[in-house]
């Protein structure tokens, strides 16, 4: 089965990310796929990685993070996320 690895850069998401990951759920679960997803914390300033990690604890063989020291950008967070996707597609 094909692997998808679902690639979110985060920068103060802490609200967004609990309604995010059942929302797409939802929809990964329609699909023929194995999924991952790889959550990269942008420097947040407020609870964002506190989210994550309740997250990967729910769910620590298919959701994964990874956090900056500081705020590089997005861009920096997509780049991240690719280096450590498994996925044979990644979004």
């Known amino acids: 089965m094909p692997k998808l690895s679902i690639v979110v850069p985060c920068y103060n998401e802490e609200e ?8 797409v759920e939802k929809v990964v679960k329609q699909m023929p796929v194995e999924t991952e997803y790889w959550f990269v914390n942008d420097g ?10 309740k997250l990967h604890a729910q769910d620590p063989e298919r959701v994964h993070y ?3 020291s500081r705020n590089f950008g997005k ?17």
């Open 16 to 23: 967004t990310i609990p309604l995010f990951y059942p929302a």
């Open 44 to 53: 947040s300033s407020d609870d964002t990685l506190a989210e994550l990690r």
């Open 66 to 68: 990874v956090s900056f």
């Open 75 to 91: 861009e920096a967070g997509l780049y991240a996320g690719l280096q450590v996707a498994t996925g044979d597609y990644v979004v």
